[in-house]
């Protein structure tokens, strides 16, 4: 009993379609592996761009106060000798700085003014329901004890201007404050005194979370598809907020103690980058777990500040459309080695259609019919040869 044929271009179909499988399942292992890899290359940048101009309207409102501040250094230094002048130069400087909210200038422990208490500083701030209404008075010792504030020794000992830690606002005791400060010198060079501009970070809670919006709002597919919402936030050196959409967290919440990871390494290094006021690039960016769920951590520093900006991103979200744009070129090259895998069966089926018509004259001739006709092949090619080594067989089995 004959066993079943199985047609050379079945067979040989069947073959090419294994290993197109094989390269298909490898094509798509890179494509899944690189792609994704682009992916959060490319979404590491979109962030830090949208992080830099952030930043950049924070550093430009920063540089405000210090030239309101700054510009009124030299007037100050020239008129020590009249205290009276320098509630008006704290009311033009509150004045001239549209995101000051209040300015002070405290001096050093019983200065010269003979006059004056203990404790002087001459204060003006803005009032809260109307920023327009500017108010001026002397503060002395009944009103506030600075003497042996850390920020103040550290300014007359460093001898130099910096921004200070974020505090609350000793009148309402919510609005978080920062403070660039400068010391004031005498004509002997010695520092007198520590002039100080408070800026009010509420403005900048709102603009991050207007960033934000603006972000999600670009990305309303991801953000409905696959709850991808990015959520940032300032924060200072220490990892406490500066901003966030939950005022409860900030100068309570703290961004570090919130980090964890399976083993504890990827933080550490994280937190290490970002202390050490490094810019994440498309490359180098934090994979850790925040609030319970796994996302990457974009950041930059802000100029002239010990602040950061940090931005988080969930991973499902930007992994996810890794998967879709390297699922969709798998599926691509999937159909087009399909289309191919159909394309080689048809021509080989036509190219081996010459050789069942061979096989069938041979079986004709060795059944005794030696005139059986030889069909013609049109190309010269093993086939060809094939056929004329059947006709040669043919004619000496005739004249046999």
Not at 262 to 284: I, T
Request: net charge negative; glycine share 4%.
């Amino acid at each position: 009993m004959d066993k079943k044929r199985i047609p050379i271009a079945r067979r040989l179909t069947g073959r090419i379609m294994i290993w197109m499988v094989f390269v298909v399942l490898g094509l798509s292992y890179i494509l899944f592996h690189y792609e994704g890899k682009a992916v959060r290359e490319s979404y590491s940048e979109i962030y830090r761009n949208k992080m830099l101009i952030t930043t950049e309207y924070t550093r430009r409102v920063i540089s405000d106060v210090y030239v309101a501040v700054t510009h009124n250094i030299y007037y100050i230094e020239h008129t020590l000798d009249k205290p009276d002048l320098h509630k008006g130069t704290m009311e033009r400087i509150v004045k001239s700085g549209t995101r000051v909210r209040s300015c002070g200038i405290s001096f050093i422990e019983d200065y010269y003014y003979p006059q004056k208490e203990r404790h002087f500083c001459p204060f003006a701030w803005r009032n809260i329901t109307n920023p327009d209404v500017i108010y001026s008075q002397d503060m002395g010792d009944a009103d506030l004890d600075y003497l042996t504030a850390d920020w103040f020794l550290d300014i007359l000992k460093s001898d130099s201007a910096q921004w200070s830690e974020p505090f609350y606002d000793g009148y309402d005791n919510k609005t978080a404050l920062s403070a660039y400060m400068v010391p004031i010198h005498d004509q002997e060079g010695r520092v007198v005194a520590v002039l100080g501009a408070d800026v009010s970070l509420d403005w900048l809670t709102n603009k991050i979370i207007e960033t934000d919006s603006v972000i999600n709002q670009n990305s309303m597919f991801l953000a409905n598809k696959f709850k991808m919402k990015s959520y940032s936030f300032i924060i200072n050196h220490d990892g406490s907020y500066l901003t966030h959409s939950d005022e409860s967290n900030i100068l309570k919440g703290n961004f570090y103690s919130q980090l964890a990871s399976s083993n504890g390494s990827d933080v550490k290094a994280l937190v290490k980058q970002m202390e050490a006021g490094v810019a994440s690039d498309n490359k180098s960016f934090g994979h850790c777990v925040f609030n319970g769920e796994e996302c990457y951590i974009f950041y930059i520093p802000v100029k002239y500040t010990r602040w950061l900006m940090v931005t988080v991103v969930p991973c499902h979200a930007i992994d996810m459309l890794g998967y879709i744009k390297a699922g969709t070129v798998t599926i691509l090259i999937l159909l087009a080695m399909l289309l191919l895998l159909v394309v080689i069966h048809y021509y080989m089926k036509n190219a081996i259609e010459p050789l069942k018509q061979l096989t069938q004259v041979t079986d004709d001739i060795n059944n005794g019919h030696f005139d059986t006709p030889i069909p013609e092949l049109k190309h010269n090619d093993e086939l060809s040869q094939l056929r004329d080594s059947i006709q040669e067989m043919q004619f000496k089995l005739s004249n046999t």
